[in-house]
């Protein structure tokens, strides 16, 4: 029900938001619970601008379709995970495991709208390795 313009502003203000908060972390690369928290969140800022072009309705339809449904969930998990790690464990190891999962299913996740990528990106791996 949004119109068009109000669509573009809350792109453009989840978009940017999202990189100042994932940029900001790196300030705080020593502080797990700072770093994680400002990480996660612009991780959850940028997905959200996304909604805004899309609708949120039909994004998260298409967040758990068929082919994107195990990287959504890996995503979603380990965005708490990184959380929980840094905020409750206070564990810096663990809350670094967490974002790299994190950093690679949003990767894989992105991957998936487009044609090929996966592929791509497998063989990218695959001749890296």
Known sequence: SLTYEQ??????????FGVMC????????????????????GNLLSLASTGFLT????????MFHGTRFAATCVYLGALI???VCAVELKSFPLTMVFL???????????????????????AIAKACC
């Open 100 to 122: 790299v999962v994190q950093w690679c299913a949003l990767i894989w996740y992105c991957m998936s709208y487009i044609p090929g990528g996966r592929a791509a990106l497998k």
């Open 81 to 83: 995970m990184t959380l």
């Open 22 to 41: 994932s940029a900001l972390s790196s300030v705080f690369w020593t502080r797990p619970t700072k770093f994680a928290t400002l990480y996660s969140m």
């Open 55 to 62: 609708g949120f309705a039909r994004q998260l339809k298409n």
């Open 7 to 16: 669509r573009m502003y809350g792109f453009a203000f989840c978009a940017l």
